[in-house]
């Protein structure tokens, strides 16, 4: 004879399903998936790598490769970018660390924006009550890649900022990746060919590569100072 006394009601089985499903149960777990991934950052310390140098076991293709793949992964726990640049450059020269920085880069930004729409969108979308963030809403789901595409070309908003709210946003998977991948190329070639010329900070090529990332900090500024009318407006 069957126990039924030890079986839960269907019923209860499908509530616990839709609490564990609901948006707001997702959006918690992607906050503890990024809090254990800022506390992994912290424990581990990759900045390291620039003082301690890449393991030695680990060269060529291989060493870009897994590189690559670390980037990635750091940059969906907040390091820096710019810090992961710079030690691309100083660990495998100005080619194969823009490849490896610009590979991680995307990486980065697709499983950010993954992690976002899969488990952040449904809770987040209803709170976008403020002008502000309606405005911002609709320049990333109207004008997603040429917006994306300002926002990787002129720094000023932060890597992980833009990865969530595109993520946040309508805008599609696709034109996110393309424009991140265009728009990150010239501020991470500036900063990858900085950490390749380090150790000669004198050099027209290192100065020239400062100069760049000085520029275009300017520029994102002011492109940033243009834009606030319109996104008061609501535009």
Not at 17 to 24: A, C, D
Not at 74 to 87: G, S
Not at 164 to 172: D, H, K, L, P
Not at 175 to 193: E, M
Request: with cysteine; hydrophobic share 55%; glycine share 12%.
């Amino acid at each position: 004879m069957l126990d039924t006394a030890a079986t839960p009601p269907p019923g209860l089985a499908v509530r616990c399903t839709r609490v564990l499903l609901s948006p707001w149960s997702r959006l918690s777990l992607l906050v503890l998936l990024l809090a254990a991934a800022g506390t992994g950052v912290l424990l581990f310390e990759p900045q390291r790598l620039l003082s301690d140098g890449w393991p030695a076991q680990l060269t060529g293709a291989a060493a870009v490769g897994v590189f690559a793949v670390a980037y990635g992964m750091c940059t969906v726990a907040f390091v820096p970018r710019p810090l992961l640049n710079l030690a691309a450059g100083a660990l495998f020269g100005a080619q194969a660390g823009l490849a490896a920085a610009v590979a991680g880069t995307v990486l980065g930004a697709g499983v950010s924006f993954g992690l976002g729409r899969l488990l952040g969108q449904d809770a987040l979308r209803p709170l976008l009550r403020g002008r502000w963030l309606k405005a911002a809403d609709g320049q990333l789901s109207r004008h997603g890649f040429r917006s994306m595409l300002a926002a990787r070309l002129f720094p000023g908003v932060p890597f992980a900022a833009a990865n969530y709210c595109a993520a946040v946003s309508r805008m599609g998977l696709l034109p996110f990746l393309l424009a991140t991948a265009i728009g990150s190329v010239p501020n991470t070639a500036a900063y990858v060919i900085a950490g390749a010329r380090a150790d000669t900070p004198t050099s027209p090529v290192f100065l020239l590569a400062m100069g760049f990332i000085a520029v275009s900090a300017l520029g994102g500024a002011a492109v940033a100072w243009r834009k606030r009318h319109r996104l008061r407006g609501g535009l």
